[in-house]
């Protein structure tokens, strides 16, 4: 079964193994793993079966501050601790109230289309 039939099957609630999965990591822990392990071959055990490939960014984020962003939600993430740290939820209370969503073109990068396309 290739990753694609397995990533496939899984969307269609069938049991696979291994499931498919995807491991995102910042640079500096990739880092310290070779460290760790004395080099990277560690890296060779990891057979991701998903990639992520488009060009919408649901987690685009504006610099605030030095250590705070906005994200398009209107939510507030504090970016100096691993991982992020949502500090204020675009939706302070349960309900709705005034909150307006953002517009899909906010989250659209014209730059990735041909990046996504190639991949």
């Not at 500096?28 to 392990?37: F, H, T």
């Amino acid at each position: 079964m290739t990753s694609r039939d397995a990533v496939l099957a899984a969307l269609a609630h069938e049991t696979v193994r291994p499931v498919p999965y995807t491991l995102p990591m910042e640079d500096d822990v990739s880092a310290r793993l070779d460290s760790y392990y004395g080099d990277a071959s560690w890296r060779e055990r990891l057979a991701p079966s998903i990639i992520a490939v488009g060009a919408v960014d649901t987690d685009m984020k504006t610099a605030i501050s030095e250590t705070h962003v906005r994200d398009a939600y209107g939510g507030i993430w504090r970016t100096d601790r691993r991982p992020w740290h949502l500090e204020q939820p675009p939706l302070p209370e349960a309900e709705w109230g005034d909150y307006v969503f953002p517009s899909p073109d906010a989250f659209y990068r014209p730059d990735w289309k041909a990046a996504a396309v190639q991949t």
